[in-house]
């Protein structure tokens, strides 16, 4: 049976922040992703990002912790559950 990509997410949201989790891998993408953004913008405090197809929260998380005021979104409620959970237990502000 194949799966759509919102089942995919939610069946797996409880495993985004597990490290040993093959889904945590795309952790790994924003370091090289926002070494081009960072190009473009240098200095992401203060700005308004809103994040879609946030998922578990990665880049949300990133960005947060760069110091911009994020909004995420998303169509599984338990990647949502997921990514709120983490932001909290972090100490981030996001708004999911």
Known sequence: MKRNDLEFYTINAGQWWDENATIYRLNYLNPARFNYF???LAHWRGVRVLDVGCSGGFT???LAQRG???AGIDQSTACIEAAKNHGVQ???TIDY
């Open 38 to 40: 960072d190009r473009h």
């Open 60 to 62: 949300s998380e990133f």
């Open 68 to 70: 911009a005021i994020v």
């Open 90 to 92: 972090g100490g981030l």
